[in-house]
């Protein structure tokens, strides 16, 4: 059995069955040769899984490495492979003057990882910038690449968590970066910042999410546990009954988007601890893993959150963290 504790930033204490490495792209011919195509899981930094109980299958580990950068006189082309680190390549695109990603600053997890949920923070998605992404098609067993338009993507999705989820292997994602780009200062607290420039947006997010959210290597956790849920108006609308004001952000004419950690906050979860796994006093839409704590802990205390969310505003809230059981992804 292989530890998984510190392979994922829950940090809880369980094993997989075993544990392969991807080193080239050429491995992924021999790995998927012998594994089981049903008894797997992908893994990058173990920043957006939590193993919940011992695994009975093989962790696939992702150690692809590479930046190709290509230069002309509009834009910068970046050809990434997907086990760097995204918050090093953030670092590594502004130090070469490369700008765009600053927003998305200290988002954990890999470069492979960013196009399969379109990580996105403070008003900038990753999508505006991946031309292509380059994966490995595990029941074809050959190379593939998708444009951006063919990967589907909307808020926090992808085509690879739909039609290709556990179907392909993220190997490289390609990415434009044009020398014109504006810099998005529209989302608080970046727009009280006068005439940002790319670093100052870069340094102004490192301190507010280092501000509000506890530091994985402290404290276990996967960041935001549940999605920002995007409503109705006519939900809104029952909701400002019984409280006001609710804060908003509109999505669409019909819809609106309100933020997950206020609903939480409203039912009085900070604190509330369940086995070792107790809701973030700071940022009540993270979850944390105190020290002891277990994959049940975890369950009880997520799955009491959705059903009172539920039961109070009428709204389904969906987990953005992976919930990895005994034999694979499992749902709240
Ligand atoms: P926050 O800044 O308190 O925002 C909470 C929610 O309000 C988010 O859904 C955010 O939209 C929305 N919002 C805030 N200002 C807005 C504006 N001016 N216009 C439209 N919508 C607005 O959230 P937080 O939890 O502290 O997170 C900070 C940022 O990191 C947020 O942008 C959040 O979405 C992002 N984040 C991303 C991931 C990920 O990519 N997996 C994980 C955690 C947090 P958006 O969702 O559109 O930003």
Redesign the pocket.
Known sequence: MVPLKKLHTFGFETSARDLVEINTEADLFSIFDCVNTTDYYLLGEGS?SVFLEDYSGTIILNKLTGIDVQENSDEFNLSVASGESWHSLVEYTLSIGAFGFE??AL?P?TVGA?PI???????V??EKFISSVEYYDIPKGCFNVLSHLNCAFA??DSIFKHRLFNKAVITKVNFTLPKKNTVES???PL?QLDKPTPHDVFHK?IE??RE??PNPKVLGNA??FF??PVVTNEILKKIEKHYNPV?????SKTTV??????LIDQLGFKGKMYLGVKCHER?P??LVNIGNGNGEGLLMLAREIKQDVYNTFAIELEN?VRLVGNRGLISL
């Open positions: 957006n927003n998305l988002i997890g960013a949920q379109n990580i996105g923070a403070y008003g998605e990753i808020y926090r529209s989302y608080a727009n997010v507010v999410r509000k959210l960041g935001s999605k920002n804060p908003h952000f509109r999505v988007k309100i933020p997950a950690a206020w940022q839409l993270v953005e």
